[in-house]
């Protein structure tokens, strides 16, 4: 039995029907299926992989007539990691370069 006959059985859900490699993008037919309230679509390992994108990323989705678009999202710098790339001989061995002002001051 071939992956297609597999995919494209009665008793599966039409999840995907076909994978077309188009030099580095990788395109998958695929449906709209309820999901609650909404409407959702599987993002299948091999989409995910040459995305680079994994569970839990954080992504943009935008709508426009004809289209959803999905975009990955910078990931947002912890505090340890911005505190990590703070160099006190760069800012003058303070984190605040002018003196304390307005509710500052005690």
Not at 38 to 58: E, F, H, N, P, Q
Not at 66 to 88: C, V
């Amino acid at each position: 039995m071939t992956t297609e006959n597999v995919v494209n059985h009665p008793s599966k859900r039409p999840a995907m029907k076909q994978i077309v490699p188009i030099s580095s993008t990788l395109q998958i037919q695929s449906h709209l299926l309820p999901w609650g309230n909404g409407l959702g679509v599987r993002i299948t390992k091999s989409l995910a992989c040459a995305s680079g994108m994994t569970a839990d990323s954080l992504v943009m989705v935008t709508a426009k007539p004809g289209k959803i678009i999905i975009e990955a999202m910078p990931k947002r710098a912890t505090l340890d990691e911005l505190l990590a790339k703070f160099d006190p001989v760069r800012h003058g061995f303070e984190s605040m370069a002018c003196s304390p002002v307005g509710k500052e001051v005690l």
